[in-house]
């Protein structure tokens, strides 16, 4: 009994002779189409087709892939760039708006008979136990501790600590703040101290004051720390109290500290 082996062996052994004796034919009839041709070529045409597609196939699929691959990183490198532009972009757009911020802010104080000098709110207080704000103006640049802060809007507060390239200013709706300020159209006196983020309260009118609902309120000048008449704010609210010698308001402040961005320091 023949082993499994030996069979394929013959086999192949067979398989040549075949092909050698139809190789030989077609050498001597190189034109001339037999029976076993059409047989063969029946039987490899399809075969053939079918291997060459599946190589086409493959190979399109391999070069796409690549090419895909390519475009990815063409399309991650154009959106690296396309982000960095937006952000150079929005870097220019700031800049040019702080110097149209500034710029209206010294224009609107042109007329002020003090030496003014500008300064960009670059922090908050660390600490949060009051409401103060770092700027970018020190001791080298001439401010000093006790020098009072404005904005375009109105009064911010004054400088309580200066630093060579920095100083901490504290603003006018710090608890701890105090502001000798007077109303505008009947001039009575009172104290604006610091309550809320939106609000001081004005301390110490007389119970006569004239002060109505809408008034404006501005510094008096007599604290020795803020120039006569800076705006501060308008009074909101009236609280008269039964018994007393004073009354009391609530102002509103024409700062709005929660976009505070530029100031200038009083240097006089």
Known sequence: MFSKKLVRILFIILLALSNIVLLSVSAKHPYRSTGIDRVIMAGIVPFQASVTRVMLFCRRTWDHYFQLVG?????????????????????YVESALACRRLDELLEKNVGMPYRMLP???????????????????GTGDGVSKGMAVVATQGLVGHVVKAFDGSAMVLLIIDPTSAVDALVQRSRFRGIVAGETTLSC??????????????????SSGLDGVFPKGLRVGTISRIFDPRAGLFREATIRPFVDFARLEEVLVILE
């Open 71 to 91: 475009v990815r990183e063409e399309c991650d490198r154009l959106h690296a760039m396309l982000g960095a532009s937006e952000m150079e972009k929005n870097r």
């Open 119 to 137: 300064a960009l709110v670059t922090g908050l207080d660390p600490s949060g136990w009051f409401k103060t704000v770092i700027i970018n103006k």
């Open 201 to 218: 309260r004005f301390k110490y009118l007389v119970r006569k004051a004239d002060a109505r609902i809408g008034d404006t309120v501005v």
